[in-house]
């Protein structure tokens, strides 16, 4: 079945966060998108898309952050995941917890001059409605739902708790004693570290979805650095984000048209719409459910006339390149043969 709409669309780099977000999901249906299955669930009111972006680093979030916005334009834009801590940060900050960043700090341009290296900071800011969600969500509403053991035990603090501040977005894996705290000396509240903010960050000011950085501590970007709390902290950034969504101001926009999917043709011939529209009969009534067009549009369909004003409001939303699929979703494959025959 091909994903005709997602309301909110989760980034992962890592298997385990891919994995960590399909269960917080739960009742996941699988959906094949180009090659690969893609997980789709529903969270309240919203179509939840997992979307995995198979690389790390700034580079593949922005590609895939990009992609997304292209092909289903959601209302929402979640990147989902691990990071490193800063400890130095205070407020009591350890492995497992969710770090939300206010400011995402892109670290890596500078200037090198002989003796220094003069660092050209860039800031990409979150959405504020998400972000204003988030510093709302209570500690019971998702830290509960963590599962997964922790490994220093049941000793001392052991739920989750969620720190916001600056976040450091680079393209290494740090584990040394020097590169926190001179990253600190510009932004001493910062409160972690990770590769792929920045990326997904840019594309969503662009692209104008709602766009937050949801990451919990699996190390603190030291020589101590290991993978011992990636699956605890992949499945706390999970539930948090998942919590999030949940929240009741985090609403669908039905009025949002859905995007064209890249290197899709736009438009069909006039012989193929003509040929749907008189073909389609009562079959419009299962294309118009699985699009979700709402009830309020479809009463305005004129009778006898329905599958021609389903083509274009469909056209009109940018939808009619997914058509194809989903007509065989339906048990129109003929149809389904001809639109995919006759593209230009």
Known sequence: MAVAHADAVILTALPEEDAAVVRALGDCTDHSWQGQTLRVGRVGALTVLAFPMGGMGNASSAQAATLAISVWNPAYLLLVGISAGIEEAGEDLRLGDVVVPDQIVAYERAKVRPHEVERRYEVVQPSWKLLQAARGLAPREWALDVAASRPDGHGGRVVPCVHFGPVFSGEKIVADETTVPEL????????????????????????????????????????AKGDDWHAYAAESAARFAVALLRNAAIQPEPERPQATPVAVPRTFPGTVKIQFCRRLRDSWVELADFFEVPAHETARFRPGNEPRDLWEWLDARGKLPLVPDVLGEVGRDDLARLMRDDRP
């Open 184 to 223: 600190r000396k510009a932004w001493p509240k910062a409160v972690g570290l990770e590769m792929e903010a920045f990326g997904a960050g840019i594309a969503a000011y662009r692209g104008h979805p709602e766009f937050l950085m949801v990451k919990a501590v699996s190390d603190f970007a030291d020589p």
